[in-house]
């Protein structure tokens, strides 16, 4: 089956809030003094999709990362 879930159907899946969602998704930067540093995603590239309409992005995410999130 081959279901991909839009960032705020995995939040409400999942139970967790959209933000960390797209945390899991992209990772984020940390400001550290004088340099940021970028964590690395938690959730690998091949299940996610990123669709961009100008500057809009969206992602969808698919649902066998669930079983692996839960």
Partial sequence: MN???TVKE???ELQYSEQ???Y???GRSRKYGDRTRKESPKIN???IRKITNGRR???LI???ILETLK
């Fill in 3 to 5: 279901i991909w879930l």
């Fill in 62 to 64: 698919h649902s066998s």
């Fill in 10 to 12: 995995l939040s409400n």
């Fill in 45 to 47: 590239e091949k299940y």
């Fill in 24 to 26: 899991l998704i992209a």
């Fill in 20 to 22: 960390y969602v797209r």
């Fill in 57 to 59: 992005v969206k992602y």
